[in-house]
T-cell receptor
Framework: GAVVSQHPSWVICKSGTSVKIECRSLDFQATTMFWYRQFPKQSLMLMATSNEGSKATYEQGVEKDKFLINHASLTLSTLTVTSAHPEDSSFYIC???????????FGPGTRLTVT | AQSVTQPDIHITVSEGASLELRCNYSYGATPYLFWYVQSPGQGLQLLLKYFSGDTLVQGIKGFEAEFKRSQSSFNLRKPSVHWSDAAEYFCAVAAYNDMRFGAGTRLTVKP
């Protein structure tokens, strides 16, 4: 149990366009979902935390107008990168927390390349 | 806020040799500790975790880790490394709604 999926697994988009990444908890209800960003050969950096039906809480330095997060249901969160630029190219990983668990369950990641 | 330090950026070991990856954490309360492995272009795979109880934790793929409160450490060990263990390893400490990762240790396995 506790499986998290992401879609797409990789995406290429042109500079200036927007791209949406979905994160789904497949076999549990996720009270909280998290979005991380990972640059090559670096660690995961938390971008934002979202609770179902509430506005996301963004980490310092993360542009909330650029990285739109919607947590519309207990099994789905989406990250939309608006007006993407090459510097937004990265590996985006979501995770989900179940009930009162401290543990987060991670998705397989989405590779975004902006050309 | 909690934090994690992985002092070794890169470690090279010979296949069949033992392995220890270091992890030190900073957290005011009892920490929830994790080790993950990540292969290139892949997501994270949980190797093991410590919440409470026995301080020696067994994980998948023959890995184990020992929680030492006095040293604020949670080092990962494996008695005999296989070539397939080459990957990036991340230590993490979590509180409610907050997980922090170390910088990672890249493991290279020599034949």
């Amino acid at each position: 149990g506790a499986v998290v999926s992401q879609h797409p697994s990789w995406v290429i988009c042109k500079s200036g366009t927007s791209v949406k990444i979905e994160c789904r908890s497949l076999d549990f209800q996720a009270t909280t979902m998290f979005w991380y960003r990972q640059f090559p050969k670096q660690s995961l950096m938390l971008m934002a935390t979202s609770n179902e039906g509430s506005k996301a809480t963004y980490e310092q330095g993360v542009e909330k107008d650029k990285f739109l997060i919607n947590h519309a249901s207990l099994t789905l969160s989406t990250l939309t990168v608006t007006s993407a630029h090459p510097e937004d190219s990265s590996f985006y990983i979501c995770s989900a927390r179940r009930g009162q668990d401290v543990e987060q369950y991670f998705g397989p990641g989405t590779r975004l390349t902006v050309t | 806020a909690q934090s994690v330090t992985q002092p070794d950026i890169h470690i090279t070991v010979s296949e069949g040799a033992s392995l220890e990856l270091r992890c030190n954490y900073s957290y005011g309360a009892t920490p929830y500790l994790f080790w993950y492995v990540q292969s290139p272009g892949q997501g994270l795979q949980l190797l093991l975790k410590y919440f409470s109880g026995d301080t020696l934790v067994q994980g998948i793929k023959g890995f184990e880790a020992e929680f030492k409160r006095s040293q604020s450490s949670f080092n990962l060990r494996k008695p005999s490394v296989h070539w397939s263990d080459a990957a990036e390893y991340f230590c993490a400490v979590a509180a409610y709604n907050d997980m922090r990762f170390g910088a990672g240790t890249r493991l290279t396995v020599k034949p």
